[in-house]
Nanobody, 118 residues
Framework: QEQLVESGGGLVRAGESLTLSCTAP????????MAWYRQGPEKQRELVAS????????TYADSVKGRFTISGDYAKSTVSLQMNSLKPEDTGVYYC???????????WGQGTQVTVSL
């Protein structure tokens, strides 16, 4: 199964920033939407931000609006998440997601850990 590969996670202090990046191993896969999800300790996976590949529509969870920015190069099937003013509640495993343009299939990465300390 095609997988996406995330990078950029780490341990930071509250108020600091991180940038997550996601790439597709094979650039032949094109996506209609790319997104970031996260799963905190003992929580369900939730949508953090998404963007259609035409760039027209972006969606953010209320908890990250004004702090996180999603961007992408859809010709290269890459997506990034700029995270500013991080809070301890942003801690979790962040997953990259892509919906196949033709297949409508969901593709996922293995996840990257983000830990925000006080």
């Amino acid at each position: 199964q095609e997988q996406l590969v995330e990078s950029g996670g780490g341990l930071v202090r509250a108020g600091e920033s991180l940038t997550l990046s996601c790439t597709a191993p094979r650039s032949t896969i094109k996506f209609s939407t790319m997104a970031w999800y996260r799963q905190g300790p003992e929580k369900q996976r939730e949508l953090v931000a998404s963007m259609t590949t035409d760039g027209r529509t972006t969606t953010y969870a209320d908890s990250v609006k004004g702090r996180f920015t999603i961007s992408g190069d859809y010709a290269k099937s890459t997506v990034s998440l700029q995270m500013n003013s991080l809070k301890p509640e942003d801690t979790g495993v962040y997953y990259c997601n892509g919906v196949g343009l033709v297949s409508r299939k969901n593709y996922w990465g293995q996840g990257t850990q983000v830990t925000v300390s006080l």
